[in-house]
């Protein structure tokens, strides 16, 4: 299922993936990968790490780390889903990066919060397989559309 | 226009029918009315959409045993056969054989019946019938029109019958319709007149003549004379035979006679007759081809004329004026194309003062279209109502007038005369009268025109013929000869003298051989002469006499006497008398004339002729005639004796000439004076009659003055009886009026006991009839009970006796039945009235009254109360047994007494005094007043007393009711029960005195409660008990107790004694006793109850927390367990063995079911945790949601989702969404075998509004009933997917917002659910 005809990318895609679970982060990473071989993913288990990736509120740091979108926990230990999503969305690199929101949660009322603060969607994680290949394909088809 | 010849095989009647709308109905009932064979040809034309198929012939062919055929072009029409005009065509009928053609393309209306029924008639002549039955529009009414003309037979449907009417009507309308009925009678009458023969074969003149009786025919014409002033017996006899023949078949009479009678009895069939013998076909531009002719002869007549002459018409017998109107128009069309001005003066006449009616209003019906083009249509017509109207342009230029041209004297100075199909019905010697009177109205030059079968007969001596087909004939210079008959209208005189001017010899006939002969003789050897009339005047003139008479001037009678040289009249004038007094020829010899210089002698002749009309001859035999001498021997001898000197001669004459003078003159005196004496005795006689006369007249002025002054008298008095009349007729109608409108059954009897008269109220209660006027009174049935009327009647008529009585009729409804004597206005005793008053509502009011009163009466007897009713002064009128065993009196001592003064009575007192006059005065009464007393035989007692007033009708004093009630044993019991209760309680009871707040006693429980002893509340304010923590609120309590009399605080926190602190509701009533106001405190401790609802909602509240929590954090590792599970069956399936492959199905299907099981609770979790945000809504929109949510499902399912007009709830929209997706989703989810029907109704219901979610599907089973609306409880076992979460789910929400929900439903019919939602929401939930 590589590029359809189009020559084959040589960079990879790069997502960078944060949720506290690693069987959760596990799956979604084969999902990703069954969709697409030549996917890098990051994986951070705390808010604070992917901060310090990304250098969140570090005012010395302009460049940004490569990446083509953030897949978001926010039921996370310490730091937030959404302080994670308000505080990059803060910063004006982190304006067009898509941050796509991934929760076990299916309140509609912390639905609607991550789309006050920004995210680019809003996923709610299933539990079935084919479900969870979906996401991947879902996913995927974003980062191809965004080239 | 003769007889045409009849169809070849045999004569037989031809029947046109004409029908449009509503025609085949017709048809049929025509039909049904036929009884073939009939022997007769049945034409049927119709109006027939020229595309349409028509099916006429198939359904009309099932409805008569008479073969049925589609016209067809050639047909020979044969007996008892009925033909049927095929759509888009047009038929016509010639010499019996049927003529199709192609319908014509024009925007005109197509008229097939007019076009069929006049070829019919031109074709068959008087053995046409025309039949017009139901349809709309005016076709056909030329049709009967000309089939009438032409001696046939015409029907029409009776309008009324008919779908529809308009075309019936306008044939009727034409008035040439004999028989107006419905189809089948027409048919049944059409046979009759076929089996009465007349139609079959038409009496030949002769025959007809000879079968007429003369004198019954000529009885007729004079009876039309008499009646129409019209001479028929110039008309063709054959004309009038026919004509008579039809009247009399239409009145079915066998002999003239008969018809001679009916004529006589109803001079309506005179007009009938009349009309019948006038009736003509006229219409517009009849005979196009006549107009295209005449317009070239009159284009050539004006171009010689000039500009301004006016042009003058004469159409004679213009019947409706359609002919008069044709040719003024083609005369302004003429005149418009010669470019001329020419003023126009129609006059149409005819003798049928109807016609002329009918042609002076103008107005034709709509089928002038047919005979008039769309160009003349629109520039000569007015479009109105019943069809056009004549142009006022060409309308003023027409004058119609009533003329007999038989009888009348014609018209002059004409420049066109039509006389078109008039001389037909004329006999031959009127013909020519006529046209020599038509000669005579024209100008010189002037064209005469006649109808197409119409001759000038022998008289081309005064017209040349123009255009012979056509009829166009020129009117030659020849004198006309005005011989007329006035005899009859007696107008003009009887004689007219002859006149023959030399010129009209050339014209006059040829024929006479011997008298041309004769003229030759006379020419050649006669000597020229002339004849006069006994005035001189001269009638004709042969040979040459100009040497004798003056050239003749241009007059209409010359005279001898002035026409005759002047040297001839002496002689003339002796001779003439001496002819005329011997009778024998007279003679003078040798008159000389003198003439352009010559002198001739001649011998004057003057010869009588034998007749009665006494002419003359006069010759002027010339000198080679007789000789001189031969003429006079007395002058020779004369001449012999005197010597024959030329003086004697001279002498000799003037001797004679003397002598002849003096003879001249004796005679003229003698003449003279002959006249004279006539003169004189005629002015005797003269004068005698003139005195006669006078004396006559006078005679007749008294006459006339008695008749005068006796008529007069006549007419006041008829106008005092027309004065009575009307008083009569009013009083008249007054009564009737009276009588009708009083609903009191009254009878008026005559003295012989026999009914005159009756209301319309007495018909009804007495069943009579009108027939029942003039029966005896005895004989009407009343149906009274023990009445016995003659006797009663007998009593007022003899004894004047007012009688009345009761009676009850068979009903049994009462009335009061009066006998009164009926008097006239002069007291006359004429008989009797009854009257029946109705009092059945008295009566059976005052039964009503009378068992109501025994009713109370009985009442009153019964109680076991003491009771006492009182006057207006409070004396005891009536009281009860129960009253006075109580007071222990008797009712004599009673009964009449003040009560105040009575034994009885001893405990008034001056309140209870006022309370009962309030009652008795202002209706004002007191219910359960208690009086204590001390009565010396009862000792102390409480009374209860109760009064009402009864109030007395009509002014009636009132009344008062007063019972009395000893409760003072009752009293006693209940204030021990109270006791008991008051100290039982398991409340805390105070009472307080309202007015100060104090307690007035405490039970107790209350110091129980409380542990402070009764002693140490009694007496003390309410508000300063120190249980109470809050002596505010305690005065608060005081307060709006005896306002609103219960209020009730639900935790009020109170101290006991001993430090303890109580929660308590409190509840406080007010009530009245004996005039005082106490409030009843009630304290209930509910400490525990708080207590318990506090620790219910905290665990609740962890309940609810926990199940979120366990729900929210078992998901994830359940969706661990979930994915990877399937992961790894995906990753290695097939690879592990059967057994791991199944149990790790085992492991995934279970892991699955649990992560749904625990999304669902977590879903229900949510709901019951999460805030509700109320704000309004309208259901509908979120409804709309919901479909759409669900759409997938509606449309896999094919369901059908309705719902009424929905209003706006105060609802979180969120959850309302939820709850009517989840409601939806589960009609569809278990739906039946059909697609689901789901509809979503509201109504109000007080405080709420209730939904309503109704399907088709499988329904639920009563026994789980609740059990569907909690968590986990699936009743569909398991082949429908989900945990029914969704219902409790459901619940929760609608428990959230204060309303309930619940199902109603029938197993495999489907299921209701029903939820309310509170219009307003309530604070706090």
């Known amino acids: 299922m590589t590029g359809m005809g189009k020559a084959i990318r040589e960079e990879p895609f790069r997502v960078v993936l944060v949720d506290d679970n690693p069987a959760d982060a596990e799956i979604f990473r084969i999902a990703l990968a069954q969709e697409d071989a030549n996917i890098e993913v990051t994986h951070f288990i705390a808010g604070n790490e992917i901060l310090d990736y990304f250098g969140v509120g570090d005012r010395t740091t302009c460049e940004c780390k490569h990446c083509d979108l953030v897949l978001l926990d926010l039921n996370l230990p310490a730091i937030s889903g959404f302080e994670i999503l308000q505080r990059m969305r803060n910063e004006a690199r982190f304006q067009s990066m898509p941050i796509v929101i991934m929760s076990g949660s299916s309140d509609p009322g912390e639905i609607a919060r991550c789309a006050r603060l920004g995210a680019t969607t809003y996923i709610q994680k299933p539990s079935r397989l084919t479900e969870i290949f979906a996401v991947g394909h879902q996913i995927v088809q974003m980062l191809r559309a965004r080239g | 226009m003769g007889e045409q010849a009849s169809n070849g095989n045999g004569k037989f009647p031809v029947v046109g029918i004409g029908a449009s709308a509503g025609g085949l109905e017709a048809f049929l009932e025509f039909f049904s009315g036929l009884r073939p064979p009939s022997g007769m040809g049945f034409v049927l034309v119709t109006h027939l959409e020229p595309a349409h ?621 002959a006249a004279t004496e006539e003169l004189k005795a005629a002015n005797e006689e003269a004068r005698s009659a003139n005195e006669e006369l006078q004396s006559t007249n006078e005679e007749l002025r008294t006459a006339k003055e008695e008749l005068q002054s006796s008529n007069e008298e006549l007419t006041t008095v008829n106008d005092e009886l027309k004065h009575r009349n009307e008083e009569l007729r009013l009083s008249n109608d007054d009564l009737t009026n009276v009588l009708g409108a009083a609903t009191i059954p009254i009878l008026m009897v005559g003295m012989d006991l026999r009914l005159r008269r009756f209301t319309p109220a007495a018909e009804r209660l007495l069943r009579l009839g009108p027939s029942d006027v003039g029966q005896p009174i005895a004989n009407v049935q009343h149906g009274f009970k023990l009445l016995d009327v003659n006797q009663k009647l007998r009593l007022a008529i003899e004894h004047l006796e007012i009688h009345h009585e009761r009676a009850q009729d068979r009903q049994g409804r009462w009335f009061e039945v009066f006998v009164r004597p009926f008097r006239t206005v002069d007291n006359r005793i004429e008989g009797a009235v009854i009257s029946f008053i109705d009092i059945d509502d008295l009566v059976r009011a005052l039964h009503t009254a009378e068992t109501a009163r025994n009713f109370a009466e009985a009442i009153v007897n019964t109680v076991q109360h003491p009771l006492v009713v009182l006057n207006a002064d409070l004396r005891i009128i009536r009281a009860t047994e129960a009253f006075y065993k109580m007071f222990q009196v008797a009712p004599g001592e009673t009964e009449g007494q003040l009560l105040s003064d009575s034994q009885s009575g001893q405990w008034m007192f001056p309140e209870l005094m006022n309370l009962l006059d309030a009652a008795l005065v202002r209706d004002v009464p007191f219910r359960d007043l208690e009086v204590e007393h001390e009565f010396p035989h009862l000792g102390r007692r409480t009374l209860r007393l109760n009064a009402r007033r009864i109030t007395g009708r009509d002014h009636q004093p009132h009344r008062l009711l007063l019972a009395i009630e000893d409760v003072t044993e009752r009293k006693e019991t209940a204030e021990l029960q109270y006791r008991r209760l008051f100290e039982s309680a398991k409340d805390g009871i105070l009472i307080l005195d309202a007015a100060s707040g104090l307690v007035m006693d405490a039970n107790p429980y209350f110091s129980e409660l409380t542990r402070y002893q009764r002693s140490e509340v009694l007496g003390k304010r309410f508000g300063d008990l120190e249980p109470f923590l809050e002596a505010e609120e305690s005065r608060r309590l005081v307060q709006e107790t005896s306002r609103d009399r219960s209020p009730s605080y639900e935790s009020v926190r109170i101290h006991a004694r001993d430090g303890k602190h109580l929660v308590v509701a409190i509840i406080a009533t007010q009530y009245q006793l004996k005039d005082k106001d106490f409030i009843q405190v009630n304290i209930r401790d509910v400490t525990e109850r708080r207590r318990m609802e506090e620790r219910l909602r905290r665990t609740n509240l962890d309940l609810q927390q926990f199940a979120f929590a366990a729900s929210h954090d078992l998901q994830e590792p359940l969706r661990t367990v979930v994915g990877f599970s399937q992961l790894l069956k995906h990753q290695n399936e097939g690879k592990l063995g059967a057994d791991a492959d199944k149990h790790l199905d085992y492991i995934v299907t279970a892991a699955d079911r649990m992560s749904q099981m625990v999304l669902d609770l977590l879903g229900f979790s949510q709901v019951a945790r999460a805030e509700t945000n109320p704000v309004s809504v309208n259901v509908e929109s979120v409804l709309a949601t919901a479909i759409l949510n669900l759409q997938m499902a509606i449309r896999d399912t094919r369901a059908r989702i309705t719902f009424d007009h929905l209003p706006t709830v105060r609802m979180d929209p969120t959850m309302l969404l939820q709850l009517l997706q989840n409601l939806l989703g589960n009609s569809i989810k278990y739906r039946g075998e059909a697609p689901p029907e789901i509809h979503l109704a509201v109504r109000e219901q007080g405080e709420e509004w209730v939904f309503s979610v109704r399907d088709n599907g499988l329904g639920i089973d009563p026994k789980y009933g609740e059990h569907i609306f909690t968590v986990f409880k699936r009743l569909h076992g398991r082949e429908y997917p989900g945990m029914g979460i969704g219902l409790a789910i459901c619940k929760r929400i609608v428990e959230r917002h204060g309303g309930t929900i619940w199902v109603e439903s029938e197993l495999g019919k489907g299921s209701t659910f029903y939820f309310t939602v509170l219009k307003q929401p309530r604070h706090g939930d």
Not at chain 2, 123 to 141: P, R
Not at chain 2, 227 to 238: E, M, N, T
Not at chain 2, 347 to 372: C, H, K, L, M, Y
Not at chain 2, 384 to 392: L, P, T
């Open chain 2, 53 to 673: 198929e028509s099916s006429l012939a198939e359904i009309l062919s099932r409805a008569t045993t008479l073969p049925v055929i589609d016209a067809v072009e050639g047909a020979r029409v044969e007996p008892d056969h009925v033909y049927v005009l095929p759509p888009n065509a047009e038929i016509t009928i010639r010499e019996g054989v049927l003529r199709l053609s192609p319908r014509a393309e024009s925007l005109n209306p197509h008229y097939p019946i007019d076009r069929f029924l006049e070829s019919l008639a031109e074709d068959q002549g008087d053995g046409a019938i025309g039949v017009i039955l139901s349809g709309g529009g005016s076709d056909g009414a030329q049709g009967v029109r000309a089939v009438k003309s032409r001696g046939g037979t015409t029907f029409c449907q009776d309008p009324q019958t008919a779908r529809h009417p308009s075309m019936p009507h306008a044939a009727a309308e034409t008035g040439a319709v004999d028989f107006i009925q419905p189809p089948d009678r027409i048919a049944r009458e059409i046979q009759k007149l076929h089996f009465d023969g007349y139609l079959a074969e038409t009496p030949s003149e002769d025959e007809a003549k000879a079968s007429m009786e003369e004198r019954n025919f000529s009885r007729i014409l004079s009876l039309l004379r008499g009646s129409h002033g019209v001479d028929f017996s110039l008309y063709k006899p054959s004309t009038i035979v026919r004509r008579l023949g039809r009247r009399m078949l239409i009145h079915h009479l066998a002999s003239l006679s008969d018809y001679v009678k009916l004529l006589e009895n109803h001079p309506a069939e005179l007009d009938d007759l009349y009309r019948d013998l006038l009736i003509c076909v006229t219409s517009f531009f009849r005979e196009p081809e006549m107009f295209d002719a005449f317009r070239g002869v009159l284009s050539r007549s004006l171009d010689s004329r000039k500009s301004g002459d006016p042009y003058r018409i004469w159409v004679a017998g213009c019947a409706t004026g359609e002919e008069t109107y044709s040719f003024a128009i083609a005369l302004t069309e003429a005149a418009e194309a010669a470019g001329k001005r020419i003023p126009l003066q129609v006059f149409g006449t005819d003798v049928s003062d109807e016609s002329i009616e009918r042609a002076r209003s103008g107005v034709f019906p709509e089928n002038v279209q047919q005979s008039v083009s769309a160009e003349r249509l629109r520039r000569f017509f007015v479009r109105v109502d019943s069809g056009y109207r004549i142009a006022e342009t060409i309308r003023h230029t027409c004058v119609f007038a009533r003329h007999d041209i038989t009888a009348d004297p014609p018209f002059s100075h004409m420049d066109l005369i039509t006389c078109r199909n008039v001389l037909i019905y004329l006999g031959s010697s009127i013909q020519d009268r006529i046209l020599q009177s038509l000669h005579y109205g024209l100008n010189t030059g002037g064209t005469l025109v006649l109808g197409s079968a119409e001759t000038i007969g022998n008289r081309s001596d005064l017209f040349a013929t123009i255009d012979q087909e056509h009829k166009i004939f020129l009117k030659k210079a020849v004198p006309s000869r005005l011989g007329f008959d006035f005899g009859r209208n007696g107008g003009a005189p009887a004689e007219v003298p002859e006149l023959i001017f030399p010129v009209s010899r050339q014209a006059a006939a040829e024929v006479d051989v011997e008298g041309r002969a004769a003229r030759i003789l006379r020419d050649l050897y006669a000597p020229p002469g002339l004849i006069v009339n006994d005035d001189m005047q001269v009638l004709e003139v042969h040979g040459h006499t100009g040497f004798y008479l003056e050239p003749a001037m241009e007059d209409t009678r010359p005279n001898l006497m002035r026409l005759a040289r002047p040297s001839l009249l002496p002689s003339l004038r002796t001779l003439v008398d001496q002819a005329r007094e011997t009778k024998r020829p007279a003679a003078e010899a040798g008159v000389e004339v003198e003439h352009r210089g010559e002198v001739r002698k001649t011998t004057l002749r003057v010869v009588p002729l034998d007749d009665a009309r006494q002419h003359y001859l006069v010759l002027f035999e010339g000198p080679d005639m007789a000789e001189p001498e031969l003429r006079n021997p007395e002058s020779t001898s004369v001449r012999g004796t005197a010597g024959g000197t030329a003086v004697d001669l001279q002498l000799a004459q003037a001797y004679r000439e003397m002598a002849q003078l003096r003879e001249y003159l004796r005679k003229a005196t003698e003449q003279y004076e």
